[in-house]
């Protein structure tokens, strides 16, 4: 039996008097890879962000493993939660953005060791030791001592994906993660996520990858001006969309 681990309900969130996202429901169910598709500017950060507690919505509810997480509407009330409960479900997701964000000035073990360390209270050993195994799953067990300057693009953000995983997520969300990345080097970052759904990882991704989507994802989103357009397998939405939207969409990405 699956459980759902997200579960997204008319989400709504304006930025001034503009809707970034506009009543979006979706869940991902424990196990399951969701990718999100969609023109710039259709309010995909802005649902992850609000997912990962980034961003506050203005209505609608999300739950993560079945606790409420920002504002839920319950006939016009709004519940919030606190801010130690908003951390601790955040502890629940790890993310990775467009952009690395490594500490410069620490190498990839200590990058890895920070958060366990300092926000989980965790031994240094056991840290290191369950970083070290996250090295070698993202191809990376021989740079532990390398600084981020001296690593590839494609090496950092493998790094990003193993830190994040060192905190023991049970989901992972990903912004974009391979676009500002050189061509050569997306491939490398695209296999390092293709494993880590091999192992079982929950995910929602954010990309402009196709391939991957069709490969890896159990589902997909298509949103545009922050409403889901289009939503199914990805045989279904990539190969016979069935919304002009989509399809045109479609027609400039692959
Ligand atoms: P996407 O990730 O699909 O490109 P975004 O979620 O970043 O879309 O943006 C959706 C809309 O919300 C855009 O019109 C964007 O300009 C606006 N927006 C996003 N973040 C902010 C913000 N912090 N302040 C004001 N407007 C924002
Ligand atoms: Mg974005």
Known sequence: MTSRLVDVK??????????????????????????IIGP?????????????????????????DGELIGIEYRNGTPYEMTERSICFQRRKMGMVFQQFNLFPHMTVMQNLCEGPIRVLHEGRAEAQSRAASLLGQVGLGDKADSYPSELSGGQQQRVA????????????????????????????????????????MTMVVVTHEMGFAREVADNVVFMAEGRVIEEGSPARVLDTPSNPRTKDFLSKVL
């Open 10 to 35: 008319h989400v709504t969130k304006l930025f001034a008097d503009e809707y970034a996202v506009r009543d979006v429901s979706l869940h991902v169910d424990s196990g399951e890879v969701l990718c």
């Open 40 to 64: 710039s500017g259709s309010g995909k950060s802005t649902l992850l962000n609000c997912i990962n507690c980034l961003v506050r919505p203005d209505s609608g509810s999300i739950s993560v």
């Open 161 to 200: 994906i193993a830190r994040a995983l060192n905190m023991q997520p049970d989901l992972m969300l990903f912004d974009e993660p391979t676009s500002a990345l050189d061509p050569e080097l997306v491939g490398e970052v695209l296999y390092a996520m293709k494993e880590l759904a091999r192992t079982g």
